[in-house]
């Protein structure tokens, strides 16, 4: 079993930056894919951000492509998502996945078994 817990989020204004972390434990983080998604106020959730497993291949979603960047660090189970010039439809909860058997990154949900609790991120106008 994998734990996932996020951090990093709050309120900052527009134009801002943050920066979320994803601490895992319990089985061996770095063998899978790992995203990002969120969930905004009366939204679906949608992906985000997300890396293969060695860090050499990384998607984005359009609506953050050129402001957000995921990296991760393996030796420490943990990864990032750097969010730099924040607008307010990026307030929503941030949610950290973890693949059960995927290398490469995938927009899906289904194709992450493990998820965290999330984190809030409020960007104000």
């Known amino acids: 079993q994998v734990q996932l817990v996020e951090s990093g989020g709050g309120l900052v204004q527009a134009g801002g930056s943050l920066r979320l972390s994803c601490a895992a434990s319990?089985?061996?983080?770095?063998?899978?894919?790992a995203a990002w998604f969120r969930q905004g106020p009366g939204k679906e959730r949608e992906f985000v951000a997300g890396i293969s497993w060695i860090g050499d291949s990384t998607l984005y979603a359009d609506s953050v492509k050129g402001r957000f960047t995921i990296s991760r660090d393996n030796a420490k189970n943990t990864v990032y998502l750097q969010m730099n010039s924040l607008q307010s439809e990026d307030t929503a909860v941030y949610y950290c996945a973890r693949s059960s058997h995927n290398l490469i990154p995938l927009s899906t949900e289904e194709s992450y078994a493990y998820w965290g609790q999330g984190t809030q991120v409020t960007v104000s106008s």
């Open positions: 319990g089985r061996t983080f770095g063998s899978y894919a």
